[in-house]
């Protein structure tokens, strides 16, 4: 079965730092494109992040950038999300995503971060 | 920056209805470069329509996507218990997710 899991999602302070974390199965993950879209409380979907299949392209929502880094280890299939400086607004579900030709055919069940005080 | 703009932001309607939700873009896509998404509460997004009008796997018939250039619609023929959700247009050109379209039950 296709599936990727994401983890490491929490409660943490502004300014503060977190890594999430998505663990594929069930595809050969090193031909894929990977993406982070996050979806903030009640909120629509916005696309935080891609990486290329071999780590050499790298994407980001002007949001993020600078503060955001997305990385993979395709030998143990996964993909990270370093976030360092959050903020409030960074307040959201995180969902990991493989890319197909450019859209999104498997998502993962998301992670919660929650940025407060 | 591509803008997607989708319309209404709630459609209210029976089982059985049709529904015609509208995703409007800020400038041309090019190779219709466009994706449909749904989404239940509590739930991860599904894909439901790729390239404007290909469905994903398993996704039934009643689902139809059409357009091109900055005009895209998603039709549902006859909607069923299920499809009431929020849908959310993607454009994968650049990346950017519309603003979403409730289908709520009458």
């Known amino acids: 079965e296709v599936q990727v899991v994401e983890s490491g999602g929490g409660l943490v302070q502004p300014g503060g730092s977190l890594r999430l974390s998505c663990a594929a199965s069930g595809f050969t993950f090193s031909v894929y494109r990977m993406s982070w879209v996050r979806q903030a409380p009640g909120k629509g979907l916005e696309w935080v992040a891609n990486?290329?299949?071999?780590?050499?392209?790298?994407d980001y929502a002007d949001s993020v950038k600078g503060r955001f880094t997305i990385s993979r280890d395709n030998g143990k299939s996964s993909v990270y999300l370093q976030m360092n400086s959050l903020r409030a607004e960074d307040t959201a579900i995180y969902y990991c995503?493989?890319?197909?030709?450019?859209?999104?055919?498997?998502w993962g069940q998301g992670t919660l971060v929650t940025v407060s005080s | 920056e591509i803008v997607l703009t989708q319309s209404p932001g709630t459609l209210s309607l029976s089982p059985g209805e049709r529904a015609t939700l509208s995703c409007r873009a800020s400038?041309?896509?090019?190779?219709?470069?466009l994706a449909w998404y749904q989404q239940k509460p509590g739930q991860a997004p599904r894909l439901l329509i790729y390239?404007?009008?290909s469905r994903a796997t398993d996704i039934p018939d009643r689902f139809r996507g059409s357009g091109s250039g900055t005009d895209f619609t998603l039709t549902i023929s006859r909607l069923e218990p299920e499809d009431f959700a929020v849908y959310y247009c993607?454009?994968?050109?650049?990346?950017?997710f519309g603003g979403g379209t409730r289908v709520e039950i009458k």
């Open positions: 995503a493989r890319v197909w030709r450019g859209y999104l055919d498997c």
């Open positions: 400038q041309t896509i090019s190779s219709n470069y």
């Open positions: 390239g404007a009008s």
């Open positions: 990486i290329k299949y071999d780590g050499s392209e790298k």
């Open positions: 993607q454009q994968y050109d650049t990346s950017s």
